[in-house]
């Protein structure tokens, strides 16, 4: 199997405002601290592969630096945009397949098994409903549809591209962390230090 250029995109909100739907679990400093462990933990799942992270905020820009990903600065892009120039930024540098990660995913400990030799690969939510992962070709001119329902419309538009998909069900890239019931770890374990009482 030859293999191919790749590198790693992960889009990660400024700590401070990350993940506010944990309130009734945690408060802004807990949050803040977890959503900065989760993306590092996500950092270092890259593994060898080199990492960019897409930010707008100055704290997670210096993180970046410091946990050894190059950083592309995408103030007022949104979620979708600031992706899509991430990506365009690793096609630049000479990747052939780019994976994009989220930076909420507890349990990653490896993103070089998602990256795939051809077409759009998904890693879908365990819900079935949002897209965790995906690696898709650098220069495809794959839109992104973050949000609600991301995972059928990125299928969607690998079929509008022409992609064949390669959907990878996968219990650590699987899990991510949105609401209270997602600290909830499988196997028991919590995920949160310094839960409300």
């Known amino acids: 199997m030859t293999s191919v250029r790749a590198a ?5 909100k400024g700590f401070h405002a990350a993940k506010l739907r944990l309130a009734p679990a945690l408060s ?9 462990q989760m993306a590092t933990r996500v950092v270092r799942a890259a593994g060898e592969l080199p990492v960019i992270v897409v930010c707008e905020d100055e704290v997670v820009r210096q993180w970046a630096l410091q946990a050894g990903a190059s950083v592309h600065w995408t103030p007022g892009l949104g979620l979708d945009g600031a992706v899509t120039a991430g990506v365009e930024a690793a096609a630049t540098a000479g990747a052939e397949r780019v994976v994009v990660a989220h930076a909420d995913l507890p349990l990653a400990t490896g993103l070089g098994h998602v990256v795939g030799q051809h077409g759009v690969l998904l890693v879908p939510d365990r819900h079935g409903d949002g897209t965790n992962v995906l690696a ?14 991301s995972f059928l419309r ?26 209270p019931d997602d600290l909830n770890l499988p196997g ?10």
Not at 8 to 12: R, T, W
Not at 136 to 149: K, L, V
Request: proline share 6%; hydrophobic share 45%.
């Open 8 to 12: 790693v995109v992960i889009p990660v």
């Open 28 to 36: 802004p400093g807990a949050r803040a601290v977890l959503a900065r």
């Open 136 to 149: 898709i070709p650098a220069g495809s001119g794959f839109r992104f549809s973050y949000g609600p329902g």
């Open 154 to 179: 990125h299928q969607a538009e690998a079929s509008r591209l022409g992609l064949v998909v390669d959907i990878r069900a996968d219990v650590e890239l699987g899990w991510d962390v949105d609401i």
């Open 188 to 197: 028991g374990a919590d995920l949160a230090v310094g839960r409300h009482c």
